[in-house]
């Protein structure tokens, strides 16, 4: 039996990794929906090489380009944003949702609601609708396996164990490429370098979240929500190799880790073949040439994004969904040069300092706190732009 697996957010880093797997496995997987917020192109060369049944493009003046580039495949075509629910529904065993941003949630929410498995590395959806994720991943039966090589180290880690022997959770942080540089220079850091990750390569948003260590203080939500587990026994640990991707310690003391190449080909594996795990083309990680791994504490005053992350956990309520929309709305600035790069951080603390509210009671109340936010977020951002 091949397993049918949708792909929202297709085109992308993610996207392009399970493609690669899914390709290399013919016998085991066939591609259902795949989706793209513009990139036309890439997307058709997507559904004519996959023969996948449903091609849909957020952006609706795109609708006719995608129609004319697949026309002659059995792939059929729409767009907008209804449209995404539309493949997050497809007939599918499993849909990895690779879409970038907060944008991702609602079709993200769709597959949950349709009962479809969930490969999550839409990291921002869950940030954002948190418990209203979780709960209903519960109450529809569906599982949430976490692409994010950290919580799919973690999750690897737990296989087997029972969760209140659990002391605590550590996701590893490379540190990013600005790891060692002075404050001072940090500030004076382009867009080029920001994404100019040491040992990921991965989409230009994740990136400068990852240079900025706004990426862990995510990941930290992330891993609350996905495992239950207060923040209190939640730690980020520094590890400029990337050969741990998280450990688990437990109550005897002993600490469990995953080890692998720092390659998202190893965690979006384990998610298709789950329960079993598929082969991976990806060079291994050999201990003798590593030789070495280190670890340090992170550094909030040259990284203040990850103590503002965690103050937002503390806080509960909407301050995720506010920090996240301020991030994203941040982020956006710095790559098109209008910021520098130590505004980011100051631009979602001013943000979350305007905003607080009750947790959202819906997707709809979560979207809402989130247009909110970014019109705040940009009021902020005004007085930094230049
Ligand atoms: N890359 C990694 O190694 C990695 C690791 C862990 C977690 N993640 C998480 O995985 C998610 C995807 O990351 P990525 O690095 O793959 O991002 P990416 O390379 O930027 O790709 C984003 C994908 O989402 C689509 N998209 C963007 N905006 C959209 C919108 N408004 N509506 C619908 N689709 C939209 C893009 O389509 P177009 O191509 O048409 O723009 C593209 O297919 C993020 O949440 C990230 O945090 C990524």
Known sequence: MTRRISILGATGSIGSSTLDLIERNPDRFEVAAVTANSNVDELAAIARRTGATLAVIADETKYSALKEAVAGTRCAVAAGENALIEAAQAEAELVIAAIVG????????????????????????????GSLMTETAR?????????DSEHNAIFQCLAGESTDQIERMILTASGGPFRTWTAERIDAATPDQAVAHPNWSMGAKISVDS??????????????????????????????????????????????????????????????GWPERIATPVPRVRLADLGRMDFEEPDLQRFPALRIAREALAAGGAAAVVLNAANEVAVELFLANRIKFNDIPAIVEQALNRHSGPSPASIEDVMEIDRGSRADARLV??????
Do not use: W
């Open 211 to 272: 240079a900025t260590l706004m990426n862990k203080g995510l990941e930290l939500i992330e891993a609350h929500h996905l495992f239950g587990v207060s923040a209190d026994r939640l730690d980020v640990v520094v590890h400029p190799q990337s050969a741990i991707h998280s450990l688990v310690e437990f109550v005897d003391g002993s600490m469990l880790a995953q080890i692998g190449p720092p390659d998202m080909r190893v965690p979006i594996a384990y998610v298709l």
């Open 139 to 147: 109450r529809k039966s569906v599982d949430l396996l976490p692409v």
């Open 102 to 129: 907060c944008a991702g949630l609602r079709p993200t929410m769709a597959a949950i609601e349709a009962g479809r498995t969930v490969g999550l590395a839409n990291k921002e959806a869950l940030v954002t609708a």
């Open 381 to 386: 951002a005004g007085s930094f732009c230049r």
